[in-house]
C-alpha cells in the first residue's frame, strides 16, 4: 500500500521543517481584556454617536485613540459569561469542547486541564517572556478573607506558561475590588503552584515619581489602605511592559502581557470609596441625572481606560525618559476586548452599552455574546494588510481565533484541532488566510450558531433564524422561509455537542498499539482521566470518539479498517516515520482537523479522508493513495497521488516548499482532481510506472481544478522522471498539463 519512494523522499525532508510564509515577524503582544463591556460601550460602535449628539457617553480617550490608530472589529464574539469565555480564550476551543462551558460555583473542577494547551503555554514555548495580571477565574478557594488556598495546582497561570503573574483564582473573590490580598508569581521556593500571597496595596507605588499619579490616584491622602486591585494589576503590567520592552530592545526577545481588569464588572459602588472617582464626568451638564449604578460604571471605565493609556505610553517610551527612540510600539500587536456583552442593568439603558443589540449578558442573543475589540497592528504589516487603521471590518471574529492567532504570529505551530482559526494572515497580509465556517456559542437560555449573515439560536421554545445583516437586532424570526437551512444549521450545532451534560469537553489520546495494529480497538489507545485531589472529574476510555484530540506518534503503524471519526488527528514520528493506513471503502474523519506533521505519513487506498474543515500536510508528512479527500487540502510536505488518482473535494492550497508527486499511467485516468480552487506552488514531480507508452509530443492533463492559480517552482517549468524523461509544464486557467520533450 504504501509508495517506497515517497517514504524515502519524506526521511529527508523531515529534516528540514519550513514556516509556511517564510520567516515571520514576531511581535510583542499586548492584550487588554475587561469584565462585562458591552459591544456599544465602544466609540465606533455607538459611544462616537452618543457624543456628537450630547447624549451621555464615555470617557476612553486612550481607547478612542487606540480605534483611531486600529481596527474595529465590529463582528466579534465572546461567551455568555466569565469562565468560558477565559476558558475559550486561553484554550481555543469553544464552549461544545472547553471543559468550562459555563460558571461552575466549584472553582477546582471548573478548570482548565493540564492537557490543554493555553496562550501562556505556546508563547512561553515560542521564547516569549509571559505576564497575566488580573482575574483568573479557577484553581483558588472562594472566602474574600486573607487566607484563600490553592485547590486545583494544574488549573493555575502558573501552571499554562504565565511566568509574571498578579490575579484573583477565584470569581467569587472577584466579586469585590477590594480583597485583602491577590495571588503573585514568580513566588518564594516551594509555594503551591509557584504562587504567594501578597497584600493588595498600592503603598510600593505611593508618591513614587517613576510612577504615574492618575488614573489612579495613589498619592491622594484618601487612596484606601486595601487598594483597589485593579490599580495593583494594572501597575504591575505596567512595570512588566517597561522591564521587558528594555529586554526587547536588548536581546531581541519578545513579550507577551495579558491584563484581565475586573472593569467593570458588578460590584460597581466600591468604586465611590476612591478618591476624585468620578471627576472625568463632572463637566458634563448629564452626568447628575444618570442613576448611581450607570456613573459608577462609567467612571470604572474611564478608570482602567486611563491605565490603558499609562501602559502604551511605557510602549512608546519604555525607560521613561522623554525620548522615544527606543519605542517598541511599533512592534507590538495590541488587543482591547470584553470577554461578553454588557448586562442588562442602567449602564444598558443609560448609556446604551449593548447598543441596539437584543440581549444582555447571560443571553443567546447578540447583545450576550458580541464583544467590542479592537487591533493595532505592527508598522510593519502595514505595506501588506489589507486591514487599515482606523477602519471597521465585518469579518467574524471569535475569541477561540486569537490562540491560533498568536501561535502563527510567534512563529510556531498551532495546537492542533481547535475551534478557533488563525487569522494572522489577514493581519499581516501575508499567506494564505483559512476561513471558519461557523461559530458556536452556549447560554442559559439556548444554543447558536453563525454562519456568514445567519444566526441560528437554538432554545426550549424552538428553533429560531435571524439574519444578522438585515435584522442585527434579531427581531425577525425567518425560521419558517428557510426550512432546509434551518434543519442543516440544527444538525451542525448539535454535531459540535452543544446540549451535552455539564462537565463534558474534548478528551486526549494517543496511540499505544502494536504495529498493523487495527486502530478501532479501544485497547489501542491511552484513556483519560481528569482528576484533582482524588476526585474523578470526567474520564474517557473506549473505541474513538468524535469528541477525541488523538495523537499517532508512537507504537506501531495503525490500520483504520472500519469508519473512524475523530475530533482531530495528529500523525508525527520522531526519529522515524509513523504510519497510519485507511484501508478500501473506509472514511477517516477530523471534524476539526487532521494533520500529517514532521515523519507522519497517511495512506488509503480509494477510500475518504473528511474533515469539516481541512486535512494539512505539514512540513515532513506526506499523504499518499487514491481517493476521496472530502475537504479541502493544504500541502506544505508532500502529496503522492497514485493511480486512478485523489479526487479533493474543496479547494487544494500549496505552499512554496511542498511537493506534489503525480503517479500516472498514459492509458488509465490518474488525475489529481480539485473539484474547488487549486492554489499552485511548490514543486511537481512525475512517476510513470512504464515510460514505454508515453508518447513524445503528447499533452497529458494531470490536474484539473475548477480554478486555477500560481505555477509549480520547477526550473524551466520542465519536470524529469527517474529515467531522464523530461515534459514541460503547462498551465490553463483550470489545468496542469505535461508535455514529453
Known amino acids: 500500500m504504501k509508495s517506497t519512494n515517497c517514504s524515502l523522499f519524506l526521511l529527508a525532508v523531515a529534516c528540514a521543517a519550513s514556516n509556511l510564509w517564510g520567516e515571520p515577524t514576531r511581535p510583542n503582544i499586548l492584550y ?32 478612542d485613540k487606540l480605534a483611531a490608530e486600529g481596527v474595529n472589529f465590529s463582528r466579534s464574539y465572546g461567551c455568555t459569561v466569565c469562565s468560558p469565555a477565559r476558558s475559550s480564550q ?13 460558571n461552575d460555583p466549584d472553582n477546582a473542577k471548573k478548570a482548565i486541564r493540564a492537557d490543554d494547551v493555553t496562550m501562556g503555554d505556546v508563547l512561553l514555548q515560542a521564547g516569549y517572556v509571559t505576564g497575566y495580571w488580573g482575574k483568573w477565574g479557577y484553581g483558588g478557594t472562594p472566602n474574600k478573607d486573607a487566607y484563600p488556598e490553592i485547590l486545583n495546582v494544574q488549573t493555575l497561570p502558573t501552571s499554562h506558561g504565565y511566568q509574571h503573574v498578579v490575579a484573583e483564582l477565584h470569581h467569587v473573590r472577584a466579586h469585590t475590588f477590594f480583597q485583602p490580598n491577590l495571588w503573585k508569581a514568580p513566588a518564594s521556593p516551594g509555594l503551591i503552584g509557584g504562587l504567594e500571597l501578597v497584600p493588595n496595596s ?76 468620578d471627576q472625568a464626568y463632572r463637566e458634563f451638564s448629564w452626568f447628575d441625572s444618570l442613576s448611581d449604578q450607570a456613573k459608577q460604571w462609567a467612571a470604572m471605565i474611564t478608570r482602567i481606560d486611563g491605565h490603558f493609556g499609562n501602559i502604551l505610553e511605557a ?14 510600539l511599533e512592534k507590538t500587536l495590541i488587543v482591547f476586548q470584553s470577554d461578553n456583552g454588557g448586562p442588562g442593568d442602567k449602564s444598558m439603558t443609560e448609556f446604551k452599552s449593548n447598543a441596539y443589540l437584543s440581549g444582555q449578558k447571560g443571553r443567546i442573543q447578540e447583545g450576550g455574546i458580541r464583544i467590542p475589540t479592537l487591533m493595532r497592528l505592527p508598522k510593519a504589516y502595514s505595506s501588506s494588510s489589507k486591514l487599515k487603521p482606523g477602519t471597521s471590518v465585518d469579518r467574524v471574529l471569535d475569541v477561540t481565533d486569537l490562540l491560533p492567532t498568536f501561535s502563527e504570529l510567534a512563529g510556531v505551530g498551532v495546537p492542533v484541532g481547535l475551534d478557533g482559526v488563525s487569522i494572522a494572515p489577514a493581519l499581516t497580509g501575508n499567506g494564505y488566510q483559512r476561513e471558519r465556517e461557523f461559530v458556536i456559542h452556549e447560554a442559559g437560555n439556548g444554543q447558536s450558531i453563525i454562519r456568514g449573515d445567519y444566526k441560528l439560536i437554538r432554545a426550549k421554545s424552538g428553533l429560531a433564524l435571524f439574519n444578522l445583516s438585515q435584522d442585527p437586532s434579531e427581531a425577525k424570526d425567518i425560521a419558517s422561509n428557510h426550512s432546509a437551512m434551518v434543519e442543516e444549521l440544527n444538525a451542525i450545532l448539535l454535531k459540535e455537542r452543544v446540549a451535552e451534560a455539564k462537565g463534558f469537553a474534548n478528551t486526549y489520546h494517543r496511540w499505544m498499539g ?24 470526567m474520564s474517557e476510555d473506549g473505541v474513538p470518539q468524535a469528541s477525541w484530540t488523538a495523537t499517532v506518534d508512537a507504537g506501531g503503524d495503525a490500520v483504520v479498517a472500519s469508519d473512524l471519526e475523530f475530533l482531530s488527528l495528529e500523525i508525527k514520528g520522531a526519529n522515524q516515520i509513523q504510519e497510519v493506513f485507511v484501508e478500501k471503502g473506509v472514511t477517516l474523519t477530523g471534524r476539526n482537523e487532521i494533520q500529517l506533521s514532521t515523519n507522519g505519513a497517511l495512506y488509503f487506498d480509494d477510500a475518504t479522508i473528511a474533515s469539516n474543515r481541512w486535512l494539512d500536510v505539514r512540513s515532513g508528512g506526506l499523504l499518499s493513495g487514491s481517493g476521496t479527500v472530502g475537504t479541502a487540502l493544504y500541502n506544505n510536505g508532500y502529496v503522492d497521488n ?19 508527486l503525480i503517479e500516472f499511467e498514459e492509458d488509465k485516468n490518474s488525475l489529481f482532481t480539485v473539484e474547488g480552487k487549486a492554489v499552485i506552488s511548490g514543486g511537481l514531480k512525475v512517476l510513470i510506472a512504464d515510460e514505454t507508452g508515453i508518447v513524445s509530443g503528447k499533452k497529458y492533463v494531470v490536474l484539473k481544478s475548477k480554478s486555477l492559480s500560481g505555477s509549480f517552482t520547477n526550473e524551466k517549468s520542465e519536470v524529469e522522471t527517474a529515467s531522464g524523461l523530461k515534459f514541460r509544464i503547462g498551465y490553463t486557467e483550470n489545468s496542469v498539463t505535461l508535455t514529453v520533450l
Open 642 to 660: 497514485v493511480v486512478p488518482g485523489i479526487v479533493v473535494k474543496s479547494d487544494y492550497i500549496s505552499f512554496p516548499d511542498s511537493i506534489l
Open 202 to 277: 498600592m503603598k510600593q507605588y505611593a508618591n513614587n515619581r517613576r510612577y504615574p499619579s492618575t488614573p489612579a490616584l495613589q498619592n491622594h491622602p484618601q487612596y484606601p489602605d486595601i487598594a483597589y486591585c485593579d490599580d495593583v494589576y494594572a501597575f504591575a503590567a505596567l512595570d512588566f511592559v517597561r522591564i521587558q520592552a528594555q529586554n526587547y530592545n536588548a536581546t531581541g526577545q519578545p513579550f507577551f502581557g495579558l491584563l484581565a481588569s475586573q472593569v467593570p464588572h458588578a460590584p460597581f459602588r466600591e468604586v465611590e470609596q476612591l478618591p476624585e472617582w
Open 514 to 537: 502494536d504495529d498493523q495494529a487495527d486502530a478501532s480497538v479501544a485497547g489501542n489507545w491511552s484513556d483519560y482521566n481528569y482528576e484533582n485531589a482524588g476526585l474523578v472529574y
Open 32 to 63: 487588554l481584556y475587561v469584565d462585562d463591556m458591552g459591544w456599544g460601550a465602544l466609540g465606533p460602535n455607538g459611544q462616537f454617536e452618543r457624543k456628537a449628539k450630547g447624549l451621555p457617553h464615555l470617557v476612553t480617550p486612550n481607547l
Open 315 to 328: 510602549l512608546k517610551d519604555p525607560n521613561g525618559d522623554g525620548d522615544s527612540s527606543d519605542s517598541v
Open 90 to 102: 486561553q484554550t481555543g476551543f469553544h464552549q461544545g469542547h472547553t471543559f468550562a462551558d459555563r
